[in-house]
């Protein structure tokens, strides 16, 4: 390998400073202040182990106890909580400890890539309510019941909301529905727990999980795990040999800045999650706009989450006639200072509002404005 | 839960800034002036995810790419790397990868905690070849023919060196055994990547683990592993539903600021792995001294890593008759500015001399001479 390659990873940098960002992936987990400045603070490995006595959920000095303890489950509306690497992880390490290989897990049409993976990685079959195709894509929770009846699952798990289209199934119902058939209930809440009201008591679940990295202003990885008392025995089941350490973390998980990230974060998760209904006030302003223009929103109507797709025809159409073909719109989107747009992507267009202002989203609004008449 | 509880989150803080660090946990991840400069440009959530087309260790920008496929083999010895969580997160993959339940896995007796939990997560057995007791506690590579002959393992796994007595067995000895015998070696590199030169084809192995935040100077969670093409099929396996995503890695690990920190810290990293025998050389001078003022180290002599274990009876006769018992210690070294003696800890101290120079760790050493001088 040359030097020079091996010396240009001393200066990493990121494209975007000040751009508006509207990457469903990243708007919730941009650094708060406060997480900022712990970044450097915390940089070293081990940072949060300077006080260790052998369990990272004991560690006093920074609170981490406090946090995982107390804090963490009356946030979660749950009985324990514990730190994972993210939302993944937690849902891996349910499915790893409470089902056996062979074993049937019930889930919707609208789960994350991962949650596929992580049944294939613990050997379980998975078996799909399927949404209800285009152009809401809704998933609807009384289906449930038939699809569990049927296979017996070890588990049933719900996608509250997706990262697609934004959809928020009731989750409650199919709690119920779950606790009625005596089905262990997750609920993934990678993109709600750290941006809307969540309580998993509330949803009558067994477990839910949340995202650091992409929804508790918090670096990455990391990631919560929320779950009913009773479980704990099982998902944090303790080693036989080292009677501190919880098997399913492999003792601990995030050792590092990323924890420190998350607990620094957590004041102004706390406050901006009591604030949801701006952000579902701004996302329908959006989405009315959008429509405006001629662009489609994909997903439930009226619209209930930040997270939006929208089929864009006209944006399309356009790729086909000129010299970057799909990736002029990135570009165009680039040089008017907005972040978000997969390179190649116009046929259909992921976003989040939950990270730009009001002002900003007319930016946005404008800019396709624009667009759309500049290749008229 | 009371907001000024929450409130206390936003402002967390570390005891220790500018002390003398001779932690063993903590002096290898120590962030260099670089990775610093990347901490607050990658803070933010899936920052490194700006280019990503759906393969994290397929990024361009930053060149993640050419650091995992290019670099990071060349740097292990591998013919293959991929990213983890951390050390012990590569040896669970392995485990689970290549094994089934209740198959054998045999270790050396100073193997990591955490290798023992990462083996009751996959539901596998451990058969341990014992270290040689007090004061040297060897683990003889030798030994292990004998014992792969007996329980015919479906992996063997060695600590290289261990984190408790800094002790380096043969692990290129234990290769070739392995390798004859037909079985699997994973060298357990948490103590060595990142310090000290290691290849994994030198030492005959097929996986080769470290850690970011133990040794290459990386925020945590952060590790990679290394193996032989060999096993991509098996361990790098990909989803049959989702082809792009890896499943053992449940799609993605290092979403974030712990592989910019990884990466940016790399250059030094490479750099301080060449000058290894001024390291050990500065460890056996520390170990001198310290014999010099009566302790005892124990592991291998003469030693050759940064970290190691003294039997320092003096300082526990001494908590026996203050009254702060076995805190005076840390409370002492606190107070010359030395960061890394646990609190409660006087009988057997366990130190790493890799962050401090030879004029800090005369500080040390004028540090205990000052405690036994002032209790005598």
């Known amino acids: ?10 200066s990493l940098s990121r494209p975007h400073g000040d751009m ?40 006093a000095n920074p609170p981490v106890r406090r946090f995982v303890t107390e804090i963490l489950p009356e946030f979660l509306g749950s009985e324990s909580a514990t730190l994972t690497y993210g939302a993944r992880d937690g849902v891996f390490m349910v499915i790893h400890s409470i089902t ?31 949404n209800s195709g285009y152009p809401e894509y809704t998933v609807d929770t009384e289906a449930f019941a038939g699809v569990i009846q049927e296979h017996n699952p070890a588990l049933v798990l719900l996608t509250y909301p997706d990262g697609r289209y934004g959809n928020l199934p009731d989750a409650a119902r199919l709690g119920k529905i779950a ?7 997750l609920v993934n809440g990678a993109y709600s727990v750290g941006r809307m009201p969540v309580q998993m008591n509330e949803l009558h679940a067994d477990f839910l999980v949340g995202s650091g990295h992409k929804s508790m202003a918090s670096a990455g990885p990391s990631g919560v795990l929320g779950m009913k008392s009773k479980w704990e025995d099982v998902v944090l089941r303790r080693s036989a040999l080292h009677k501190n350490k919880e098997v399913e973390c492999l003792g601990c998980t995030l050792r590092g800045v990323t924890l420190a990230t998350l607990m620094a974060s957590f004041p102004h998760v706390v406050d901006r999650v009591a604030h949801w209904d701006e952000q579902v006030a701004k ?7 959008m429509e405006a223009i001629g662009f489609k ?18 944006l399309f159409e356009i790729s086909q006639r000129v010299r970057d073909r799909g990736y002029y719109l990135y570009k165009e989107m680039e040089a008017r200072g907005i972040w978000g747009i997969k390179p190649g992507q116009t046929k259909a267009l992921e976003l989040s509002t ?23």
């Open 1 to 10: 390998m040359k030097e020079a390659d091996i010396e240009r990873l001393s």
């Open 20 to 59: 508006i960002n509207i990457m469903p992936l990243q708007t919730g987990g941009m650094l708060t202040e406060a997480a900022r400045r712990v970044l450097v603070d915390f940089g070293d490995g081990y940072s949060v182990c300077d006080f260790c006595q052998g369990r990272l959920v004991d560690i």
């Open 100 to 130: 056996k290989p062979a074993d049937v897990v019930v889930v919707d049409g609208n789960r994350h890539y991962s949650t596929a993976v992580a049944a294939e990685r613990a050997g379980v079959e998975l078996v799909v309510v399927p």
């Open 179 to 185: 606790e009625s058939m005596g089905v262990p209930y």
């Open 283 to 289: 996302a329908q302003w959006f989405s009315t706009a």
């Open 297 to 314: 929103q994909l997903g439930e109507k009226p619209h209930r989450h930040d997270v939006m797709v929208f089929e864009t025809t006209a």
């Open 354 to 376: 939950f990270a730009a202002t009001h002002e900003q989203l007319e930016q946005v609004i404008e800019a396709f404005k624009a667009i759309l008449h500049k290749y008229r």
